[in-house]
């Protein structure tokens, strides 16, 4: 753990009451306030400056890697790529629809920090990544004199995600801006029958963009309409980019999901409304291509330097189905308790078969499925753990966190927190754990 961890929970123990309530006694913008109260940690995760620079820096590295597989690999062929990835050929070509060869560089990677350094667990790429408010609560905090005292001691420091992405939203824009103006409409869209279900937390994005200087408004994809002149509205306002938050799996399980796209896809191709990320952002998100660049058969296509960059900050990865290797099921029956299965093109845990919590006859089962289905073979990285004091109970316990980085066009655009108890199960996920909650994160010296 940081020093200043222990610091901080010392302090609580203490009796330090304004930091002890400090993130209870934050005062958070309305639909913030809505979406995240409940789900945060009593205090903020601390990271060191120096490490997470350096971690950044390797994460875009390995942002260029993933997006030069096809190129390496495949002689530019994307749906040889998508292919080798287990992708659907209907999948494959929405995703490449409205692609340009390279994805913006926007997107959340999740690392365990194992006491050494931080260890990538998946590389989340694209508009739909949650998390990019967090920055609320920083700033939230830092109005609490207690916090704001402590964060004064310690050189404590932060950066906005939302304050990156609105820059980069600016950027992508300009080319579609309606009649000259200086500011982008901005269409934050989900699926359709999406809303319900996310409207909490899109308004609580929305409103952090919204601090931004930005006009955002929140729809679904069927509701976006087409004037004649190409440029897509939403509930009659013009829209110059939209933000996407759904994905491609989204609109291949709604029957009318990718017929209602194509007025978004000519939009974009036409610029009249930018489409921002484009779906392609998928091809390189999918936890498959972690495994072309663990893989040894694959490796050789890197130089030294490129090789250090995959093994300094990315655990064994290998794909699992039918026509693996028996040596490498043979290996993965074996080494149960250190590996984990992830599908794909899953998400927030869901549908993951943890190794060291499973018997050997569920691990057996889980690998059959996992081949079955084109799965992630992964090495656990154990995390460390840090102290959490609880307000409720006035004691400090043991708490892991999966540290969520940002990464923008500009680099390192901040980070987030997921964090469970220490004994609360190894997934650390708000869709697959009830005990996970979500903190801030400041850097310090």
């Known amino acids: ?52 620079t350096r971690f950044a820096r390797d994460l875009e590295g390995l942002f260029d890697l993933l997006v030069s597989l096809p190129d390496r690999l495949f002689d530019g062929d994307r749906a040889r790529y998508a292919a080798e990835l287990g992708l659907s050929p209907r999948h494959a070509e929405l995703l490449l629809q409205t692609g340009e060869g390279r994805p913006a560089k926007l997107g959340r990677a999740d690392a365990y920090h194992d006491g050494t350094g931080y260890r990538l667990l998946e590389f989340n790429l694209g508009s739909e990544v949650g998390g990019m408010d967090m920055a609320v609560c920083n700033e939230a905090l830092l109005g609490v004199g207690e916090f704001k005292a402590f964060a004064a001691e310690h050189g404590l420091h932060h950066v906005d995600t939302a304050a990156r992405l609105a820059a980069d939203l600016r950027e992508r824009a300009r080319p579609a801006l309606a009649g000259g103006g200086a500011e982008p409409v901005v269409g934050l869209v989900e699926g359709n029958g999406a809303v319900a279900a996310y409207g909490r937390l899109m308004r609580a994005f929305q409103e952090a963009l919204a601090a931004q200087g930005l006009d955002v408004r ?99 990865s290998r794909t699992l189905r039918p026509s693996a290797p028996a040596a490498l099921l043979d290996e993965c029956r074996e080494r149960r308790e250190r590996l984990i299965l992830k599908p794909g093109a899953g998400y927030g845990g869901l549908d993951t078969y943890v190794g060291w919590e499973c018997t050997d006859a569920e691990w057996r089962e889980a690998l059959t499925v996992a081949v079955g289905r084109g799965y992630l073979a992964q090495e656990r990285v154990v995390p460390r753990p840090e102290p959490v004091h609880d307000p ?43 005990g996970t909650r979500m903190a801030c994160v400041f850097s310090h010296p």
Request: aromatic share 8%; proline share 6%; with cysteine.
């Open 218 to 316: 929140i729809g679904e994809v069927g509701e976006l309409r087409a004037r004649p002149d190409g440029k897509l509205t939403l509930d009659g306002a013009p829209l110059d980019l939209v933000l996407r938050n759904f994905g491609a799996s989204q609109l291949l399980d709604d029957p009318a999901g990718p017929e209602v796209a194509q007025e978004l896809f000519r939009a974009h191709e036409a610029g009249r409304t930018v489409l921002f990320t484009s779906l392609e952002s998928g091809l390189y998100a999918h936890k498959n291509a972690l495994a072309l660049l663990s893989d040894p058969p694959v490796t050789g296509a890197f130089d030294t330097a490129e090789r250090a960059l995959v093994d300094r900050v990315l655990p064994w």
């Open 392 to 434: 409720a109970r006035g004691t400090a316990d043991a708490w892991i966190a999966a540290v969520g980085v940002f990464l923008t066009s500009g680099g390192y655009a901040g980070a987030h927190a997921r964090a469970n108890r220490a004994d609360g199960g190894a997934i650390v996920g708000m869709s697959s754990n009830p």
């Open 1 to 52: 753990m940081t020093e200043l961890s222990r610091t901080y929970v010392d302090e609580c123990l203490d009796g330090n009451e304004g930091l002890r309530d400090a993130v209870a006694r934050a005062g958070l913008p309305p639909a913030f306030e809505e979406a995240w109260r409940r789900h945060l940690l009593p205090r903020p995760w601390f990271v060191r400056a120096e490490e997470m």
